[in-house]
């Protein structure tokens, strides 16, 4: 029985990560910032196709997630950055084995 229970934890685990990253852009986000925190405009310039309106939902969705933290810089000019999480960043690394898939067969 209880190898049932670890099954179906596994399963709800892995469905609920599918949710998260299968929402649009999500994947390209985490992209953007996989290399060093960003501002608001620089997400929307990398990907400029992504609404400012969707980008500030799924920015905050990441945020709830704990895979993106917002941090204020206090230099001046005084400016907000995005960055990935430890848990965003394990993210990240994970789908750039999707990434290296998808430059070999698409």
């Given at each position: 029985?209880?190898?049932?229970?670890?099954?179906?934890?596994?399963?709800?685990?892995?469905?609920?990560?599918?949710?998260?990253?299968?929402?649009?852009?999500?994947?390209?986000?985490?992209?953007?910032?996989?290399?060093?925190?960003?501002?608001?405009?620089?997400?929307?310039?990398?990907?400029?196709?992504?609404?400012?309106?969707?980008?500030?939902?799924?920015?905050?969705?990441?945020?709830?997630?704990?895979?993106?933290?917002?941090?204020?810089?206090?230099?001046?000019?005084?400016?907000?950055?995005?960055?990935?999480?430890?848990?965003?960043t394990e993210l990240g690394?994970?789908?750039?084995?999707?990434?290296?898939?998808?430059?070999?067969?698409?």
């Amino acid at each position: 029985m209880s190898d049932d229970k670890n099954a179906n934890q596994l399963c709800g685990k892995v469905e609920q990560s599918y949710l998260i990253i299968g929402r649009k852009w999500v994947a390209l986000i985490i992209h953007a910032l996989m290399e060093e925190p960003k501002r608001f405009s620089e997400i929307h310039a990398y990907i400029p196709d992504l609404s400012k309106r969707v980008l500030n939902d799924r920015i905050k969705e990441l945020e709830e997630e704990g895979i993106v933290v917002r941090h204020v810089v206090t230099e001046r000019p005084v400016r907000t950055e995005y960055m990935l999480t430890r848990k965003g960043t394990e993210l990240g690394r994970a789908l750039g084995a999707v990434e290296q898939w998808a430059e070999k067969w698409l």
